[in-house]
């Protein structure tokens, strides 16, 4: 079984860092991963700036329907961190186990 996790970790570049960017050129899933999160992320910062400027359940629950096509729940629950009320729009489009999360962040 450690053969086998060895070889999976090595595939994909785990431990290989941005900063040797040959063995990330043959390793591509890992540099692929790698840039679609940071793209994710800019794209879910925009909608946190968009629905501060005027919140509302409405913009909440629209915005979840989007993230679910997204994808990337995490990006989205920790960009949201301080919004509960997003959150838990989150929780519920996503079809997360709320009990998974404490009551303070929902």
Known sequence: MKN???RTRDMVGLLLSPANAA?????????DGIEIRKEIWGIVVLQK????????LAKAQSMSLMAVRIGHFSIWMEVFRERKEVRKELIRTFKA?????SRNSM
């Open 4 to 6: 086998a996790a060895r």
């Open 49 to 56: 700036n968009a629905y501060l400027r005027a919140p509302s």
């Open 23 to 31: 063995p990330y050129k043959a390793l591509a899933i890992a540099c």
């Open 97 to 101: 186990d709320p009990q998974c999360f």
